[in-house]
């Protein structure tokens, strides 16, 4: 993880782990304070968390679109190449945007059956446990990364039949750029289709698992300053 500190300053397990430890050191010790600084960026976080859970709910009813889609090329004898493809990648994309939001509204499966043994030791084992999970969605999320910007470099293809218009490509690796490369990318970009790229459909997990992980993170530090989970699952009665 030393690879990014020519850029950041920091070794990056630095800007990962030790920094947000700290933050969270902070914020068990002055809890009230660090409340009345956080809340603006507490109330900027739930807007992404939401917007990610409208991003997994347009790619779910993506996949009922292809699906359709599919039939009626089927009812009319004609062929849509690479609609098992979408599919399966609108399919990565509704599960790995739909991390954060779906933490946030507890929806994902937490064992509490050690939180519920007795009230003094409740809040220590959920910070402990948060703390591990954050860690963890972290090193999932720097490797997805890592994943996504192997596959550039190596230019891996798809094996499938699914193709993209070459401007989509250059749409999204103009984020991965700085401003002043754009004008030239555009210029050598035409108008033709090409097999879709391995790193594009991967976006969605890496986007994804960073979102997962600044959300864990978040809600470990709204559990120290708060001194109570802010994740509250439905009740089903």
């Known amino acids: 993880m030393r690879d990014w500190q020519p850029f950041l300053g920091l070794p990056l397990w630095v800007w990962l782990f030790v920094l947000p430890s700290c933050l969270a050191a902070y914020c068990l010790w002055r809890g009230p304070s660090a409340e009345r600084l956080l809340r603006p960026i507490w109330r900027v976080l739930d807007k992404v968390y939401l917007a990610s859970g409208v991003l997994a709910s347009i790619f779910m009813v993506t996949i009922l679109i292809l699906i359709i889609g599919q039939m ?3 009812w009319a004898s004609l062929t849509f190449p690479g ?10 994309a509704t599960s790995f945007f739909a991390l954060a939001y779906a933490l946030t ?20 084992l959920d910070a402990l446990a948060m703390l591990i999970a954050a860690v963890t969605a972290t090193y ?13 470099i190596l230019n891996d293809r ?4 699914d193709f993209v218009p070459e401007w989509l490509l250059t749409f999204f690796s103009m984020f991965a750029n700085s401003p002043d490369k754009w004008a030239e990318m555009w210029a050598n970009t035409g108008s033709e289709w090409v097999y879709t790229p391995v790193w ?16 864990i993170w978040d809600y470990l530090i709204r559990l120290l300053v708060l001194r109570e989970t802010q994740i509250h699952g439905e009740v089903l009665e």
């Open 140 to 152: 999932f999320a720097r490797y997805a990364i890592k994943t996504n910007i192997m596959s550039e």
């Open 83 to 92: 609609s098992t493809e979408y599919a399966g990648y609108a399919m990565a």
């Open 72 to 74: 009626v090329a089927r």
């Open 105 to 124: 509204q507890g929806a994902h499966i937490r064992v509490s059956i050690l939180l519920n043994l007795n009230n003094h030791t409740k809040f220590w």
């Open 158 to 161: 798809t094996q499938g039949q």
């Open 200 to 215: 594009l459909p991967q976006l969605p997990m890496s986007i994804g698992t960073v979102l997962l992980a600044v959300a």
